[in-house]
């Protein structure tokens, strides 16, 4: 018997459900099911709850076998190879999961699920994960109303490798406001920077566009290693207000603070 067999035996056992033991440890029941079909294992914390709560010893739960009984008269000896043992049980798997109790609107307030392998899904409040979704999310896939990742999608912020969202900083950077190497948005700051309203950068293309080699309807190019001038600077300034229509003076000054 293997270990998901001793799992769904001890469950039954207990006349319990696949949701009702995953209350008693604090995961999701797609986890629980996930551990009885073999799929992932149990994190060290896991164990250690699911040994106490079904009165069995970690060595029982991880092999299915009970330590030797200690002989008569010699010193109790507590051998310290469970995380050595456990270590080797979980690193072809790697896979770590908490859902904590605790929710709003119907998701756990912090979901983290990582796993070494494939693709392990978090989605919560704040979700931390291979893949995640919450309103603050982090993960290699990420998606969220602040969000961080590898590749992310954000409603108000997101960073990333390659990143998208209201507020975009990243590698490759799509928004409404993106910075970054390279950058396409309404407003766009970057190495190379596309823009549908005004773009600033190394290569810079767009209605409005200051950089090195701008193309657009106005444009300012500027010199490497050459100092603006107080005209220029100014028109600068001018134009950038106007673009704006007067409005946005932080985004003003994003623009106009380099010079």
Known sequence: MNFAERLYALRREKGLSQEELAEVVGVTRQAVQKWESGASRPDMDNLTTLARYFGVTLDYLITGEEPPA???G?????EKHYYRECGDFFRPRGDYEY????TLWGLPLVHVHISGRGLARARGIIAVGNVATGLVSLGVFSAGLLSLGVISLGVLLSIGCVSAGTLSLGCFSFGWLALGAVTFGRYAIGGVAVASRIALGGVANGPLAIGGAVKGTT?????????VDRATRDAIRQAVAEALGGRLPWLRWLFTAWF
Do not use: K, N, Y
């Open 219 to 227: 444009r300012f190019r500027l010199m490497e290693g050459v100092p």
């Open 74 to 78: 010699s010193p109790t000896v507590i």
């Open 99 to 102: 859902v904590s109790r605790r």
């Open 70 to 72: 200690p002989a008569a």
